[in-house]
């Protein structure tokens, strides 16, 4: 039976700000409240604050997660004013101002005054969610834990094969999506093959493997322009990365995918580990908003805002970060940021009597790219620098933005074991985790993995069988 909770706190006659999301703007948002005569309640289904421009480094066996992730209540403890709650939000009642969220099934509903919403985006895989089974995204831990899980468990099971072509197709590694993900995501499988993995295995070679980056676009990171865009590809293909463009997914199971393109001739690359990198979806958060104040969602399901970050007819109500839409802003984490201190200093200028700050302006600090070790892209504006100059500015401003200083000493130890030694710290992978290489085991828990063990009925070393249809 659910239980009903009214949160209560001791701060109630305050005005209380209710805040949707621990991520960047969220957490932004709280921080830039701590000294205004406010309750902040701070919301999140995970409570971490996860840094997701490391997550691929999560996946693939450099940081780990704890590094990336550090819990929203140690970062705001001292932060008085504030509290941060667990929960899933499920409703948000925008005429009685009341926010409802779950833990299981206990339900909580907590009332505000203004309300900062940042609960950011998914995956989208444009209408074919089927293929999320076989190539998950890279959006939270539990992604980056799954696909650390399929891309070393991809090495292993090659390790046990005999038939070269099955081999090559556990050694396949299809990474969707050429933007900044996609590109850092094959940039390190390629690394993990060509060098971390060297020495380790008897029977294979895993820089035998082939990364393939697949986009339907014509240019790899088409967010940094066709100059960038092209230096990247020309550097991710001296890696060893086939680049192939003006290519649509159309298809996907466990051992392979379809791509088709402009002319719509078709082809198959057999691949167990497949990645999805393209794509977002606003939380649904923004849809829910958007029926009840009558503002606009685009495509991506983002929530179209008011100039100031506000919905219509609600300005009490902030959206701000990836899921709000508003002059074609990018769903950057400076965004977010910047929008999350807009939104808590008008609250305070409200509370101090001042007139409104018309509208948010996006301050466009750059934007960058790692290819792989010591290599690099950043544009700021009409700036663009490539190469080693460009990886020490991606490794100042990543180390300067991860919380915690015992957090950026850890990243740059495990930097150092990566990138300048040629080991991966953190490869652990669980059982449960490796639950997530299907066709190794299809097993739903531990117990099922003992009953599919067979003995051989006769004495055969080291040989390994197809898994059953
Ligand atoms: C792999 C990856 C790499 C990236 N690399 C870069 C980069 O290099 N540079 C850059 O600028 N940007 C990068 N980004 C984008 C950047 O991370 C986002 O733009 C930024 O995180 C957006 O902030 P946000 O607050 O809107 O959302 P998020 O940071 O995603 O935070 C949303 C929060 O809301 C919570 N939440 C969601 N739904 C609910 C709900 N119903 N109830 C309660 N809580 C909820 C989530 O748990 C999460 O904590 C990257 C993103 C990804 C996925």
Known sequence: ??????????????????????????????????????????????????????????????????????????????????????????????????????????????????????????????GHDEFEEFAPGLKSIDDALELRSRIYGAFEVAELLDDPEEVKKWLTFVVVGAGATGVEIAGQIRELADRALKRDFRKITPSAARVVLVDGGDQVLAAFGPNLGEKSKNALEKLGIEIMLGQMVTGMDVRSVELTDRDG???TIEAHCKVWAAGVAASPLAKMLADQTGAEVDRSGRISTNPDLTLPGHEEIFVIGDMASLNDYPGVAQVAMQGGKFAAKQIKRRLQGSADEPAFKYFDKGSMATISRFR????????????????????????????????????????AVAFVGRTRGERTVTAYQAMAIPDLLRARNIADIDMIYEPPTEHAPETTEKPRE
């Open 376 to 415: 690099a892209v950043t544009k700021m504006g009409k700036i663009e620098i490539t190469g080693f100059i460009a990886w020490l500015m991606w490794l100042f401003v990543h180390i300067m933005y991860l919380v915690g200083f015992t957090k950026q000493i850890t990243t740059l130890g495990h930097w």
């Open 265 to 267: 001739h078709v082809q």
């Open 1 to 126: 039976m659910e239980q009903q909770f009214e949160s209560t706190g001791e701060l109630e006659r305050l005005h209380r700000v209710v805040v949707i999301g621990s991520g960047f703007g969220g957490l932004f948002a709280a921080k830039a409240l701590k000294k205004a005569p406010v309750e902040v309640t701070l919301i999140d289904k995970t409570v971490q604050h996860l840094f997701q421009p490391l997550l691929y480094q999560v996946a693939t066996g450099i940081l780990s997660q704890g590094v990336i992730s550090p819990p929203a209540r140690e970062i705001l403890n001292r932060q008085k004013n504030t509290k941060v709650l667990l929960g899933q939000v499920t409703g948000i009642d925008v005429e009685s101002k009341i926010v409802t969220h779950h833990v299981g099934d206990y339900v909580t509903h907590t009332p505000y005054d203004s309300l900062i919403v940042s609960a950011g985006a998914g995956q989208s895989y444009f």
